[in-house]
């Protein structure tokens, strides 16, 4: 632990503050909240859009800001201001959809806030999203004919591109294909899926750049997490908290470990982290 107190938290959303039934404990609400009373600011950090974010959380009082799209986009909730913005280029959004063509895979961008697939992809998608993970899916997609065509027509700033595939053995293959290319970052928060942002983009480059603006040392951050797409952000913070879930290489490279999502594991590392006490 830091000598310097938490000043901001920042929580990954499924498999760490959700329960596997996509749930807030009250054990976890309560301690949130206790956080926010005591002046440190928290904020979602997740790979979901702003438009997707789970009104459980944007409920809580003293939630101000989210940062949404594995960091490309951070957002000041209140009026919808975003006060960080790393998109893909135009061309690079396009040649990274057409990267992916060739293979058996749906395709999301996100733009603005918003997810946009196909109408196919939409209709089909108890066929390739998580059980867990449907109806979520069903309720942020909006259908357009041609993805290509909205981007070059809107000029549209992407800040991520997400495929879910059909086939393991082609989404080893397509994440092979994407790390050798230097302008994408890829990770992935379920096995199902991958999730490219502009190089250099990630949670913790996120976190650390609304920190910043808030005038909070790096040394005063907290981050507690579960995934991939998580790990930059774990590194980053003054103190990375791996979740009881997480597979063991995610936990090795924290510098701590909590219980599990379905055990408050949040809750308890706020507790102790933060407030100074057990749960």
């Not at 082609?170 to 302008?183: D, F, G, I, N, Y």
């Amino acid at each position: 632990m830091k000598d310097l107190p938490i000043r901001l938290l920042a929580l990954d959303l499924d498999g760490t503050v959700f329960t596997d039934d996509k749930r807030i404990t009250p054990t976890t609400l309560q301690a949130l909240e206790e956080a926010i009373a005591a002046g440190v600011v928290v904020i979602p950090a997740t790979g979901r859009p702003l438009d997707g974010l789970p009104q459980a959380f944007l409920e809580i009082p003293g939630v101000k800001y989210a940062l949404t799209c594995n960091g490309a986009a951070v957002w000041r909730l209140a009026d919808r201001t975003k006060l960080v913005d790393m998109p893909f280029s135009t061309t690079q959004s396009l040649d990274a959809m057409a990267m992916m063509e060739q293979y058996r895979c749906t395709v999301d961008i996100y733009v603005d806030g918003k997810v946009y697939t196909t109408p196919e992809s939409l209709q089909n998608a108890e066929l390739y999203a998580p059980a867990n993970m449907l109806e979520y899916v069903r309720a942020t997609r909006k259908p357009v004919d041609n993805l290509k065509e909205m981007i070059r027509q809107q000029n549209a700033r992407v800040e991520k591109v997400n495929m879910f595939f059909f086939d393991p053995d082609e989404r080893s293959r397509a994440l092979a294909q994407v790390q050798t290319c230097p302008w994408i970052l890829p990770s992935w928060s379920m096995p199902e899926n991958l999730e490219l942002n502009a190089a250099g983009v990630d949670k913790g480059q996120g976190m650390l750049a609304l920190a910043s603006r808030l005038g909070i040392a790096s040394e005063q951050t907290m981050a507690c997490g579960d995934s991939v797409n998580d790990l930059a952000m774990l590194k980053a913070a003054g103190l990375g908290v791996a979740m009881g879930n997480a597979a063991p290489d995610i936990q090795a490279q924290a510098d701590a470990v909590t219980d599990s999502n379905q055990a408050d594991g949040v809750a308890k590392a706020v507790y102790r982290y933060i407030l100074g006490r057990s749960l």
